[in-house]
């Protein structure tokens, strides 16, 4: 067992339910996160090594991505959705995090985003951080920083506007949900760097569009890429 594995393991058993993370089955000596059975039916995107991957087209289309990558395929009603629930809902900010570190090796596995200079989370608004109790963007940013040993930065961008959800409003009004609500401080200190976007779910990308261009407008020299946890099968495929 390699130290990595070996550390992800250690913070899983100390900071997260022995239940596995999809059903909810007490996992046996071994297994970690989720169980071997959730773990062979999870619907892995395989898009961290792939550098022409759909993600990556969606988003290159937006905003130009350099690279892009998620986990896993998001679909209501799959079981999967738990993981997402449960650590945007219930305050799962260590479940968060190991999921982020999973991402990341997979990442630092790949060798595709070995260039990058700064991770940076999608930011949420300070009233919605104090509700939720953390911000899950981050958690994620932070696993997959400490996996790529790459620094993440939550100061510089930020969410002027208190918009509404983008959970529950159709793809159409997505856009519109976020455009112009984010800021940006101190963009001197990221000029010409590669900066990794990183936000919990892909549906049309309009967060993460909203995200880029604020960075472009003021670093027009920037490379962008972006990392999700999960993708939405429905929006990148139109599958239902």
């Not at 594995?5 to 022995?18: E, N």
């Not at 909810?24 to 550098?51: F, H, K, Q, S």
């Not at 963007?137 to 930020?158: M, Y």
Request: proline share 5%.
């Amino acid at each position: 067992m390699n130290f990595l594995a070996s550390s992800v393991r250690s913070l899983l058993h100390l900071f997260v339910p022995s239940g596995c993370a999809v059903c909810g089955r007490i996992m046996v000596e071994g297994e970690y996160l989720v169980c071997t059975a959730c773990r062979w039916n999870m619907p892995l995107t395989n898009t961290c090594a792939d550098p022409d991957n759909p993600i990556r087209e969606r988003l290159h289309a937006l905003f130009m991505a350099e690279q892009a990558c998620s986990l896993f395929y998001y679909q209501k009603g799959s079981g999967y959705d738990q993981l997402i629930h449960r650590f945007k809902y219930q305050g799962k900010a260590a479940l968060s995090e190991a999921l982020g570190r999973w991402l990341g090796e997979e990442m630092k596995r790949s060798g595709l985003y070995d260039d990058v200079d700064v991770i940076l989370p999608v930011p949420l608004h300070p009233l919605r951080r104090i509700k939720r109790g953390y911000n899950q963007s981050e958690a994620i940013a932070r696993g997959i920083g400490r996996v790529l040993k790459k620094p993440v930065r939550t100061g510089h961008l930020t969410r002027k506007v208190h918009n509404p959800s983008q959970t529950h409003r159709q793809s159409a009004d997505r856009w519109e949900n976020v455009a112009g609500i984010f800021g940006l401080r101190a963009p001197d200190r990221l000029a010409g760097k590669h900066l990794l976007l990183v936000d919990d779910v892909l549906t049309t990308g309009a967060t993460l569009e909203s995200c880029a261009e604020t960075l472009r407008h003021a670093l027009p020299n920037c490379r962008i890429s972006a990392a999700t946890l999960a993708a939405s099968s429905k929006d990148i495929f139109g599958s239902v």
